[in-house]
């Protein structure tokens, strides 16, 4: 399967700091990127859509100014984390969606701590 | 509005046999895909299978095989001969409509494989 590369995996930050997270599609163009966030022994929870150049379409009670999205190629999303807090901590999943086939292809996962 | 039902919090089965793993999911949409994922404990989500709503046939990848049926709206997973290693998260997802669409996921059952 295609590979999707998601950087960093693990991250520690201050309360009130800014975080971003990098989803890479290696081998493919993805036009359209997921972000998920997923609480410990819980399911993965759509926060927005993303679409290459064009405004990232956030779930209901996602707050689009805390988790700026941007989708500037076809082949790399990032998710900032804005004036991170401790409840912001969690495990953050990007996908790709590759142009050829719609299959969905997940990155490794970025688990963020904030202190 | 899209969902996707998994029951069984945790299931238990015996090494070398076989498992169902139940999804229900609800839809109004005719053109929907359904996935099954496997997340062990080091998070990374893995493909396992997928069954398209127009698919005549039952999916089969290996040792797991999607038992859809549509007019009850269930895609439940089966996975023969257990292994020690199919010890994991395994979620059940749908995609409604096109590639670009979002994929939701039901909230998961843990499985664990008894020696």
């Known amino acids: 399967g295609a590979v999707v590369s998601q950087h960093p995996s693990r991250v520690i930050c201050k309360s009130g700091t800014s975080v971003k997270i990098e989803c890479r599609s290696l081998?493919?163009?993805?036009?359209?990127m997921f972000w998920y966030r997923q609480f410990p022994k819980q399911s993965l929870m759509l926060m927005a859509t993303?679409?290459?150049?064009?405004?990232?379409?956030?779930e209901q009670g996602v707050e689009k100014d805390k988790f700026l999205i941007n989708h500037a190629s076809l082949t790399l999303s990032t998710l900032t984390v804005t004036s991170a807090h401790p409840e912001d901590s969690s495990f953050y999943i990007c996908?790709?969606?590759?142009?050829?086939?719609?299959?969905?292809?997940f990155g490794e996962g970025s688990r963020l701590t904030v202190l | 509005a899209q969902k996707i039902t998994q029951t069984q919090p945790g299931m238990f089965v015996q090494e070398k046999e076989a498992v169902t793993l139940d999804c229900t999911y609800d839809?109004?949409?005719?053109?929907?895909?359904l996935f099954w994922y496997k997340q062990p404990s080091s998070g990374e989500m893995i493909f396992l299978i997928y069954?398209?709503?127009?698919?005549?046939q039952n999916a089969t990848e290996g040792r797991y095989s999607l038992n859809f049926q549509k007019a009850r709206k269930s895609a439940n997973l089966v996975i023969s001969a257990s292994q020690l290693g199919d010890s994991a998260m395994y979620f059940c997802?749908?995609?409604?409509?096109?590639?670009?669409?979002?994929?939701?996921f039901g909230a998961g059952t843990r499985l664990f494989v008894k020696a």
């Open positions: 069954q398209g709503s127009y698919d005549q």
């Open positions: 996908s790709g969606t590759s142009q050829n086939t719609g299959e969905l292809f």
């Open positions: 081998d493919f163009q993805a036009t359209t």
């Open positions: 839809t109004s949409d005719p053109s929907y895909g």
């Open positions: 997802a749908m995609r409604e409509g096109g590639r670009g669409f979002k994929t939701i």
């Open positions: 993303s679409n290459e150049g064009s405004k990232a379409t956030y």
